[in-house]
């Protein structure tokens, strides 16, 4: 139950904070923005099972790769793909977290 409360917590309030401090003029828009990173789980349904709670998708799934990640970081650093990038690198993080969670 802790781990799915910091997962989701992660994810929601992770762009939340970032659009409320960084980009407080246009904060809804980041926000939203930066949620659409979310939709990077769409590579589980590509796994069998399409999910399993004792797996960490960090390096499992393609979209949650070494590589992919080095693409999210290289995003956030751009100007016109910062708000994508920025949601990409939360979603990697929450994730990362959630596997520390396997791990114990």
Avoid: E
């Avoid at 069998?48 to 080095?70: K, T």
Wanted: charged share 10%; proline share 4%; aromatic share 10%.
């Amino acid at each position: 139950m802790l781990q799915s409360i910091v997962h989701y917590s992660i994810h929601v309030i992770g762009p939340l904070l970032i659009a409320l401090i960084l980009f407080k003029q246009k904060w809804k828009k980041a926000y939203l923005i930066m949620l659409l990173g979310m939709l990077i789980d769409i590579d589980h349904l590509l796994a069998n099972p399409m999910f399993d709670p004792n797996r960490c998708s960090i390096n499992f799934h393609i979209l949650h790769s070494y590589y992919a990640v080095g693409v999210y970081i290289m995003l956030s650093l751009l100007k016109p793909t910062r708000l994508i990038g920025i949601g990409l690198v939360i979603h990697i993080i929450a994730d990362t977290v959630d596997c520390s969670f396997i791990l114990l």
